[in-house]
């Protein structure tokens, strides 16, 4: 398992690569099995072991752990724009005994596809994660053409998406007004988090077949020990981020769930839970092009 760090949190409108990165390791711990789902998928649509399988925009590396140990003969390349997760990384593969299949490529997607991933000496990728990576790339349109042109015939493309923010309240959660986490909820998508696109017409369009579209729920029990301190956070990024957006009554609510001494408060409280999905396309390039 990986250490957990611990960090001083500056609760920014543009959180620090760690700061971020705690929230990741957070979510992986609590709703991680969604990954496992995933791979799952991956292995049915594609017949043989995987040599190289590339993971974009790995962050913390929390996919690139899983998909090491499942294709575990692979050459595992993780693309990420951050030299601090990066070297993360390789410590992170160093405990879990990787590191010599490991190979960090420091890109920024909104370049393109990175240059260094296919090499003509090296073999084309059998397998490409991209984890709620894909609606952070400026032009995810060219970016999936060369994903489409990188892989092997038979390859596999992976896009995940968070399906919605994590739930962890009672609908009426004793403070406030009940409904509180919907309204959040509306309020975010509003304000454009957490959106993307539909991917299966950006798939198409790259000249992929989407052999599979998944929703998958991730409803953990037992709750694993990090979902209180996971709702903290989220919350604490929440409500700097909704400020302007919600009512005083919510507001004064998430004060509530966040203070210290509340009995309300998510550290005092008995009745937390854990609900969110992923959306999981499993896609491969099309081998009839239709070139209209």
Same mark, same amino acid.
């Given at each position: ?70 294709f575990d003969a692979a050459e ?11 070297? /993360? ?17 420091? &890109? ?27 609606h952070h790339i400026a032009d995810?349109?060219?970016? /999936? &053409?060369?994903?489409r042109t990188a892989l092997t ?14 739930? *962890? ?42 052999? &599979? ?17 996971? &709702? ?15 009512? @005083?009554?919510?507001? @004064?609510? /998430?004060?509530? /769930? ?15 839970? *854990? ?18």
């Amino acid at each position: 398992m990986a250490q957990s760090h611990h960090h001083h949190h500056n609760h920014g409108e543009h959180p620090q690569d760690h700061q971020m990165a705690s929230v990741l390791d957070l979510d992986a711990a609590v709703a991680g099995g969604y990954i496992d789902d995933a791979i799952d998928l991956i292995r049915d649509a594609l017949p043989r072991e995987p040599k190289i399988v590339v993971d974009i925009g790995s962050g913390t590396g929390t996919g690139t752990d899983r998909l090491a140990a499942r294709f575990d003969a692979a050459e595992i390349i993780a693309v990420d724009h951050s030299p601090e997760l990066a070297e /993360l990384l390789t410590e992170r593969a160093a405990a879990a005994g990787y590191a010599d299949r490991l190979r960090t490529v420091l &890109a920024n997607l909104d370049d393109g596809w990175p240059a260094e991933v296919s090499n003509p000496e090296v073999s084309n990728p059998d397998v490409v994660w991209a984890s709620s990576s894909l609606h952070h790339i400026a032009d995810p349109d060219r970016f /999936l &053409a060369a994903a489409r042109t990188a892989l092997t015939d038979d390859g596999i493309l992976a896009v995940i998406e968070l399906a919605g923010a994590p739930k *962890f309240l009672p609908d009426d959660p004793g403070v406030g007004l009940s409904g509180l986490e919907g309204r959040c909820q509306s309020a975010m998508s509003v304000n454009g988090w957490n959106s993307f696109p539909d991917w299966t017409t950006h798939l198409q369009s790259a000249g992929f077949d989407v052999v &599979a579209h998944r929703r998958i729920r991730v409803e953990p029990d037992p709750l694993p020990p990090q979902t209180v301190e996971y &709702a903290v956070q989220w919350y604490s990024r929440l409500r700097v981020g909704l400020a302007e957006v919600l009512d @005083a009554d919510d507001l @004064a609510a /998430l004060d509530v /769930l966040l203070s210290d001494d509340s009995p309300l408060a998510f550290h005092r409280r008995g009745d937390l839970t *854990f609900r969110a999905g992923r959306i999981v396309w499993i896609a491969r390039p099309a081998t009839e092009r239709n070139l209209s």
